[in-house]
């Protein structure tokens, strides 16, 4: 099969993948294979790539939200059938049995594995997967619609969740977004679904604030710009630790602000006034299974629609560069049927 590799993080400018041809893998027995139609890039495979988050395999094949068929199965594998269409997260595998496994917090497992880092991922034709952490992917969704719903939809929706805002809190609440990429566009769709006002801070005019517009955002403003009320809740999918004192500052008493992303620039000192009131900072790290159903059902029902730019297979570094540069418009996502 064609796939890509990372043997050395570098700058993406330095186009640190490399294609190869190598041997389709083997499922293990209680995994699925898989023929990829569509990997959507996100801005985890970047911090990978460059090497912000540590190698844990090398060579590597990075990608965490694939789209395919299954083409064969493990002996042990139940309830999926070759020829299903299903998707792969970034929450490859945990061990069942840690305490955090034990308490429906298996997005903290302490032996966990992650699709694209410490097992192979999805820039590749073919990719293994435990079957048990595939998700059946909604008919209503094509593969390239569906790529970006794997990682940028699911880690949204777990921190819609973690705001704290409940199912009957949602009409009318204001919620604050900064940065406005793949989470970002998917995200909005949810929250305004739930009857949310939505504030989008965030830079690049042509392209993402242009998008927030269009998805239906109240105000819309500059990253670091100040919106017009006092929010409930805020999300920062950017990876700019100097955006958590400008939320703060935005946030009314009582509220959260959920930090989407995996990595963060260094969060600048900031005067005990802004946290004062109760309000809560936190992370989100991964998902669990159950973030994953609930988000594709809700997705489907709305239904959200994702905005997409495609990159043919031969073009990986390409599609990292214009992620790197925010020239994506929503979601970038990398065809792998090309035959
Ligand atoms: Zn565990
Ligand atoms: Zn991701």
Redesign the pocket.
Known sequence: MKAWILNTPASVKERPLTAVEMPVPTPAEDELLLRVHAC?I????LHIVEGELPMRRTPLIPG??IVGHVTSLGSRVEGVAIGDRVGVA?LNRTCGVCRFCISQRENLCERAAFTGWTVDGGYAEYAVAPAAYTYPMPDSFSDIQAAPLL??GI?GYRSLRLTGISESEWQGARLGLYGFGAAGHVCIQVARSRGAEVYVCTRDREKHQALANELGATWVGDAKAEPPVNLDAAIIFAPAGELVPIALKALTKGGTLVLGG?HMSAIPTFDYDLIYGERVVRSVANNTRSDGRQFLLEAASIPVRTHTQTFAFDQANEALIALKNDAIRGAGVLMTTSK
């Open positions: 959507g996100c801005r985890t495979d965490h939200q970034w990682c940028a880690i995996i």
